[in-house]
């Protein structure tokens, strides 16, 4: 089970973090993804951290600007979101995967086994 949390209403320019904590498996064992769907749009990758953290991966739109991190103690993997936009605003999504998709596989929603519910970001002009 995946839930995210920390979702919210943002200014242009400003800071979220969502964290998403997993429970019923060995988390150490997933490669974590984060997706967002906007209203009226597929929803999209955002980026991937690896089962080991070794590797972090980030769609070009949010490269330099959002950042993965996730202890693997605690269960956790958080998504920093910096210097937000207006185009950033949707429902945010964590996924897992059992250790590496594969390259470029990561991107792909179809990779994913497991899927939270969402958390809705919403950046104001």
């Known amino acids: 089970q995946l839930v995210e949390s920390g979702g919210g209403l943002v200014q242009t320019g400003g800071s979220l973090r969502l964290s998403c904590a997993a429970s019923g498996r060995t988390f150490s064992d997933y490669t974590m993804g984060w997706f967002r769907q906007a209203p009226g749009k597929e929803r999209e990758f955002v980026g991937a951290?690896?089962?080991?953290?070794?590797?972090?991966y980030f769609a070009d739109s949010v490269k330099g600007r959002f950042f993965i991190s996730r202890d693997n103690a605690k269960n956790v993997v958080d998504l920093e979101m910096n210097s937000l936009k207006p185009e950033d605003t949707a429902v945010y999504y964590c996924?897992?995967?059992?250790?590496?998709?594969?390259?470029?596989?990561?991107?792909?929603?179809?990779?994913?086994?497991?899927w939270g519910q969402g958390t809705q970001v919403t950046v104001s002009s």
């Open positions: 951290i690896s089962w080991n953290a070794y590797s972090t």
């Open positions: 996924a897992a995967v059992k250790r590496w998709p594969g390259s470029g596989a990561y991107k792909q929603l179809s990779s994913y086994n497991y």
